[in-house]
């Protein structure tokens, strides 16, 4: 039997219902300024996941796809909180765009 793909399917599951709160925190505490440490982190997965094999080379590359991902997200998360859908954090100071 072949548990390759089911081990893949659950770390997706498992990644993006990690990464979720943590795009969340991310904004609440540093607002969109930490987008480059989810840049960093995408392509050190990336670059790990081509000197690996197998399982873990794809869930590497699952993991900075999704830390890319989490850029965009960030971004959208800002505006949600914009929009009063997510708390804004109280004790950050105003960032002028």
């Known amino acids: 039997m072949n548990f390759e793909s089911v081990i893949i399917g659950i770390a997706s599951l498992v990644i993006i219902g990690l990464f979720h709160p943590i795009v969340i925190k991310a904004e609440y505490y540093f607002s969109t300024r930490v987008w480059w440490v989810f840049a960093l982190a995408g392509l050190g997965f990336i670059v790990a996941a081509l000197f ?19 850029i965009v997200e ?10 009063g859908w ?11 765009k």
């Open 86 to 96: 997510f708390p804004k954090n109280p004790k950050r100071k105003e960032t002028k």
């Open 74 to 83: 960030l971004f959208h998360q800002e505006k949600r909180v914009e929009k």
């Open 52 to 70: 690996t094999y197998g399982t873990l080379s794809y869930i590497l590359a699952l993991l900075g796809t999704t830390c890319l991902w989490c």
